[in-house]
Protein backbone atom coordinates (compact mmCIF):
# COMPACT_ATOMS: atom_id res chain seq x y z
CA UNK A 1 0.00 0.00 0.00
CA UNK A 2 1.56 3.02 -1.28
CA UNK A 3 1.58 5.66 1.11
CA UNK A 4 4.40 8.11 0.45
CA UNK A 5 4.39 10.03 -3.31
CA UNK A 6 8.39 10.86 -4.73
CA UNK A 7 8.56 13.26 -7.33
CA UNK A 8 11.38 15.59 -8.95
CA UNK A 9 12.92 12.92 -11.02
CA UNK A 10 14.04 13.18 -14.31
CA UNK A 11 16.97 13.43 -16.80
CA UNK A 12 20.06 14.85 -15.83
CA UNK A 13 23.86 15.32 -17.52
CA UNK A 14 26.86 14.15 -15.55
CA UNK A 15 27.64 17.04 -13.03
CA UNK A 16 24.33 18.36 -12.89
CA UNK A 17 21.47 18.49 -9.77
CA UNK A 18 18.20 17.31 -9.41
CA UNK A 19 15.80 17.79 -6.22
CA UNK A 20 13.40 14.94 -5.38
CA UNK A 21 10.80 15.70 -2.61
CA UNK A 22 8.92 13.58 -0.77
CA UNK A 23 5.44 13.62 0.44
CA UNK A 24 2.32 11.95 1.92
CA UNK A 25 -1.44 13.53 2.99
CA UNK A 26 -1.23 10.20 5.74
CA UNK A 27 0.75 11.16 8.09
CA UNK A 28 3.41 14.33 9.10
CA UNK A 29 6.35 13.58 8.10
CA UNK A 30 8.33 15.62 10.45
CA UNK A 31 7.06 12.58 13.33
CA UNK A 32 8.87 10.00 11.26
CA UNK A 33 12.61 8.96 10.50
CA UNK A 34 12.81 9.55 6.42
CA UNK A 35 14.97 7.49 4.70
CA UNK A 36 15.78 7.65 0.59
CA UNK A 37 16.79 4.21 -1.12
CA UNK A 38 17.41 3.78 -4.56
CA UNK A 39 17.47 0.97 -7.04
CA UNK A 40 19.37 -0.06 -10.26
CA UNK A 41 18.66 -1.88 -13.19
CA UNK A 42 19.42 -5.29 -12.22
CA UNK A 43 21.00 -4.29 -8.34
CA UNK A 44 19.02 -4.63 -5.16
CA UNK A 45 17.57 -1.82 -3.40
CA UNK A 46 19.97 0.11 -1.36
CA UNK A 47 19.82 3.05 1.44
CA UNK A 48 21.44 6.57 -0.03
CA UNK A 49 20.28 8.90 3.17
CA UNK A 50 18.13 9.00 6.48
CA UNK A 51 17.13 11.67 8.42
CA UNK A 52 16.35 11.19 12.13
CA UNK A 53 13.00 12.41 13.33
CA UNK A 54 14.12 12.82 17.20
CA UNK A 55 17.80 14.40 16.54
CA UNK A 56 17.72 15.67 12.87
CA UNK A 57 20.53 13.29 12.38
CA UNK A 58 21.38 12.43 9.05
CA UNK A 59 23.47 9.65 7.39
CA UNK A 60 24.67 9.11 4.00
CA UNK A 61 25.99 6.31 2.06
CA UNK A 62 29.36 6.84 1.39
CA UNK A 63 28.98 6.92 -2.57
CA UNK A 64 27.34 9.81 -2.35
CA UNK A 65 28.72 11.67 1.27
CA UNK A 66 29.28 15.43 -0.10
CA UNK A 67 26.96 15.44 -3.11
CA UNK A 68 23.79 14.16 -1.57
CA UNK A 69 21.87 16.12 1.06
CA UNK A 70 18.54 15.68 3.19
CA UNK A 71 16.40 18.08 4.33
CA UNK A 72 12.93 18.67 5.80
CA UNK A 73 10.29 21.44 4.99
CA UNK A 74 7.86 20.51 7.74
CA UNK A 75 5.51 23.61 6.45
CA UNK A 76 5.19 22.09 3.42
CA UNK A 77 5.40 18.43 4.78
CA UNK A 78 7.98 17.71 2.82
CA UNK A 79 11.52 16.01 2.75
CA UNK A 80 13.99 16.92 -0.31
CA UNK A 81 17.01 15.25 -1.52
CA UNK A 82 19.34 17.71 -3.10
CA UNK A 83 21.26 15.88 -5.40
CA UNK A 84 24.35 17.39 -6.83
CA UNK A 85 27.43 16.55 -8.90
CA UNK A 86 25.56 13.77 -10.45
CA UNK A 87 27.13 10.96 -11.81
CA UNK A 88 26.27 8.18 -14.62
CA UNK A 89 25.86 5.12 -11.36
CA UNK A 90 23.54 7.60 -10.02
CA UNK A 91 21.35 6.19 -12.18
CA UNK A 92 18.64 4.09 -10.50
CA UNK A 93 14.87 4.41 -9.13
CA UNK A 94 14.92 6.49 -6.34
CA UNK A 95 12.56 5.72 -2.98
CA UNK A 96 11.80 7.55 0.00
CA UNK A 97 10.74 5.09 3.25
CA UNK A 98 9.32 6.13 6.28
CA UNK A 99 9.36 4.55 9.96
CA UNK A 100 8.15 5.70 13.33
CA UNK A 101 10.88 4.13 15.03
CA UNK A 102 14.89 3.38 13.64
CA UNK A 103 17.54 1.66 15.06
CA UNK A 104 20.30 4.31 14.32
CA UNK A 105 22.60 1.15 13.85
CA UNK A 106 20.36 0.06 10.80
CA UNK A 107 19.27 3.34 9.22
CA UNK A 108 20.60 1.64 5.93
CA UNK A 109 18.39 -1.88 6.42
CA UNK A 110 15.04 -1.51 4.08
CA UNK A 111 13.52 -3.62 6.92
CA UNK A 112 13.42 -0.61 9.18
CA UNK A 113 10.79 1.04 7.23
CA UNK A 114 7.27 0.32 6.90
CA UNK A 115 5.80 3.17 4.35
CA UNK A 116 7.34 3.17 0.60
CA UNK A 117 6.63 5.60 -1.97
CA UNK A 118 6.12 4.17 -5.60
CA UNK A 119 9.88 5.77 -6.67
CA UNK A 120 10.91 8.51 -9.24
CA UNK A 121 13.51 7.61 -12.06
CA UNK A 122 16.72 9.34 -12.13
CA UNK A 123 18.63 8.76 -15.07
CA UNK A 124 22.11 10.36 -15.19
CA UNK A 125 23.15 10.41 -18.93
CA UNK A 126 25.14 12.57 -21.61
Known amino acids: QVQLVESGGGLVQPGGSLRLSCATS????????IAWFRQAPGKERKAVSS????????NYADSVKGRFTMSRDNAKNLVYLQMNSLKPEDTAVYYC???????????????????WGQGTQVTVSS
Open 97 to 115: AAAAHVYSSSWYEFYEYDY
Open 26 to 33: RFTLDNYN
Open 51 to 58: LSSSDGIT
